[in-house]
């Protein structure tokens, strides 16, 4: 590291970010150049570490997430400095960035890693609520302490998780699709898995074999402004109480086909003509014409890619959803700047079985593979699109079932051009796989079917399994020692 000023300062590697991309790819450069400093700047004092690392098959990962104070991080790696101030500005022409604190960083490659944040059906609204970090949640906790009714938007990951946890409150669920669950599951699992929201819920959950998450709030510095922090992942909600004022467990109506069409103040609806005496709380109108008042509006409805700082005066490339456009070394159109996690948007063509979702998971594989290639760039070295981008997997659990994605597991991108077999056993499982011209594309598996091995191997092998038909899904054969 050169100084040039007190308040100048040069790297060779500079990542913004303390997610879980951003700390990956500052771990990987900090011990593949032990006699280099890195910096990684990030908005918030607390950093997202991961531990356990347990490549549990080919592609599917296990491991725990700690958010921890970035001390720890600069004990564990001595040449890695972080700082926490926000970056403000991006000459990338330069290769600069100032931060909130008035430091300028000279770096010869820099990896944005500065996450996304919710993407809510109306900004700069007190009634609605989106959850992203720790303060997030905490806000949306004590909300919920004191109300009877609150409406959940939206019908992905956050929406499938607050209707099954929230309990002591009703809860009306708008969903768009005819199904719930629609940006992870299909109509056969949605129907599978929506019995477990009339039933009362099992006193101890399941144990669960992927991710969990951990915080320590409590050994945080105390730096008084802080910024956004972190995204919550898997098991966020396990270390809060999410229990609203009423003596319910579950009371969950879900409204399908139908988006928010306005939501009115207090105020604003007791001028309104729909008012009546009984109807005082903050109302929102669906577009199926009904009204409901409720306490609150959470609008999990997901995200938009942090990327304003790095924009002014700058040339990226951003893809449809604002994503920072990278290709496959993780390179954005900007010289020199990479880019990782949820801030970036996939810009490569893609293996025939992969895709890109905004998971814990896809993060750190960013983060890892940004930093090899930052590492290969400053060597000469060549490199090539890693491994874990050929075959998406996902592990996670909704309503309390362990759910496993692979591949194209909702038919993505494959039009009419496929066919489908589906195994349920109500309850218990549901295995859904997705053929094209007789070989494994993609599947979905809820329950405990141990099953996704031999899937990611029949879908990355492609071996044609026409000669099996249905009998692929067929209960009382073996199908690992089948395919062994
Ligand atoms: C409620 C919830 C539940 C989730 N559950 C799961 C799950 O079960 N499984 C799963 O795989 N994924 C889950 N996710 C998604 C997952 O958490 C994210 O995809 C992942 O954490 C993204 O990591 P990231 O490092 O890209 O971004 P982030 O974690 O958002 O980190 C961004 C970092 O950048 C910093 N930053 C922001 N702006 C600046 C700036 N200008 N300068 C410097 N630093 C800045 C922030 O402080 C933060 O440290 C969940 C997300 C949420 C919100
Ligand atoms: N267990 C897990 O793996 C979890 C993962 N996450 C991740 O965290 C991030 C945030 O989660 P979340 O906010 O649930 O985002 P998701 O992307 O998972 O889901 C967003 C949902 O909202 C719908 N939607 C978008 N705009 C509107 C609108 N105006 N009105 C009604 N519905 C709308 C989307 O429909 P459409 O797709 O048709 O646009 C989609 O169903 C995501 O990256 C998600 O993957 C979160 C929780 C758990």
Redesign the pocket.
């Known amino acids: 590291m050169a100084t040039a000023s007190q308040s100048e300062v040069q790297f060779r590697f500079v990542v913004a970010g303390g997610g879980i991309a951003g700390v990956t790819c500052a771990q990987q450069l900090a011990s593949q150049f032990p006699s280099l400093d890195i910096v990684l700047l990030t908005a918030a004092p607390m950093v997202k570490t991961v531990s356990n690392f347990r490549q549990v098959s080919k592609t599917l990962e296990d491991f725990e997430v700690e958010e921890q104070p970035s001390s720890v991080l600069e004990e564990k790696y001595p040449n890695l400095k972080v700082i926490q101030s926000a970056v403000t500005v991006l000459h990338a022409k330069q290769h600069t960035l100032l931060t909130e604190n008035g430091q300028v960083f000279h770096y010869e490659k820099l990896c944005v890693c500065t996450g996304a944040r919710?993407k809510l059906?109306i900004q700069d609204n007190p009634h609605v609520l989106g959850i992203r970090d720790t303060d997030s949640a905490q806000e949306f906790q004590k909300r919920l302490s004191s109300a009877k009714r609150i409406v959940v938007?939206?019908?992905?990951?956050?929406?499938l998780?607050l209707v099954y946890e929230v309990e002591g409150c009703e809860v009306i669920w708008a969903v768009?699709d005819k199904a719930i669950g629609?940006?992870f599951i299909d109509a056969g699992a949605a129907q599978f898995i929506i019995p477990s929201l009339e039933a009362e819920k099992p006193k101890k959950a399941l144990p669960c074999k992927r991710t969990r998450y951990t915080t320590d709030k409590d050994t945080a510095p105390n730096t008084g402004s802080e910024g956004p922090g972190s995204?919550l992942g898997?098991d966020w909600h396990e270390s809060i109480s999410l229990r609203g004022a009423e003596q319910v467990s579950h009371r969950v109506h879900v409204e399908y086909e139908c988006?928010?069409e306005k939501v009115y103040s207090q105020q604003e609806f007791m001028q309104s003509p729909l008012y009546t005496v009984e109807k005082v709380a903050p109302h929102l109108i669906l577009s199926n014409g009904k009204t409901y008042g409720c306490d609150f509006i959470v609008s999990?409805?997901?995200?938009v890619p942090n990327t304003e700082p790095f924009l002014h005066g700058n040339n990226f490339d951003l893809a449809e959803d604002h994503g920072l456009k990278v290709d496959e070394h993780m390179q954005t159109s900007e010289p020199d700047v990479y880019a990782a996690g949820d801030v970036c948007t996939a810009g490569w063509e893609p293996s025939a079985f992969w895709q890109q979702?905004?998971?814990w998971t896809q993060a750190r594989q960013m983060g890892w593979y940004a930093a090899r290639s930052m590492a290969a760039d400053i060597l000469g070295e060549a490199i090539e699109l890693d491994f874990c981008f050929e075959l998406f997997s996902?592990i996670?659990k909704f309503f309390n079932y362990k759910v496993v994605l692979l591949g194209k597991f909702n038919a993505q991108g494959l039009g009419q051009d496929h066919e489908l077999l589906v195994r349920c056993t109500k309850g218990l499982e549901y295995v859904k796989v997705v053929l094209r011209g007789g070989r494994m594309m993609g599947a979905i598996l809820i329950g405990e079917t141990d099953l996704e091995e031999t899937f990611e191997n029949l879908i990355l092998n492609q071996m044609d399994l026409s000669p099996y038909g249905q009998e692929l899904l067929n209960p009382n054969i073996d199908i690992e020692d089948y395919f062994d």
């Open positions: 919710p059906i938007v939206g019908n992905g990951g956050i929406a998780e768009k629609n940006a995204a898997p988006e928010i999990a409805t997901g995200v979702m905004r998971l996902h996670t």
